[in-house]
């Protein structure tokens, strides 16, 4: 499966952004998904899951409220938007898929695609 972000871009505090991922080489449907993110001199962090329908999601509790992810099995894409976004937001975000059997995962080792990441950079 190959996975390839976009969307990311500049953008002041407060603002919005939506990222999408598409996927292709395998059946979309069939996995979780999910975005993480990684700020300079950071580890990777959970951001969003989603389950194979879309019926379940996961949040950090950094993001709840502010982020929605959503999902279009048909267009093979799962997207991140990004509400009253903050300086601390500014990350690279990577998003992923999962060959697991849960409904959603939010630790980067349940994860076996991974696609490229884009940036996201918020100015305050």
């Known amino acids: 499966v190959q996975l390839q972000a976009y969307g990311g871009g500049l953008v002041q505090a407060g603002g919005s952004l939506r990222l999408s991922c598409v996927a292709s080489?395998?059946?979309?449907?069939?996995?979780?998904m999910g975005w993480f993110r990684q700020a300079p001199g950071k580890e990777r962090e959970f951001v969003a899951a989603i389950s194979r329908s879309g019926g379940s999601t996961n949040y950090a509790d950094s993001v709840k409220g502010r982020f929605t992810i959503s999902r279009d099995n048909a267009k093979n894409t799962v997207y991140l938007q990004m509400n009253s976004l903050k300086p601390e937001d500014t990350a690279v975000y990577y998003c992923a898929a999962s060959r697991g059997y849960g409904y959603t995962y939010y630790k980067s080792y349940d994860y076996n695609y991974w696609g490229q990441g884009t940036q996201v950079t918020v100015s305050s």
């Open positions: 080489g395998g059946t979309f449907s069939s996995y979780p």
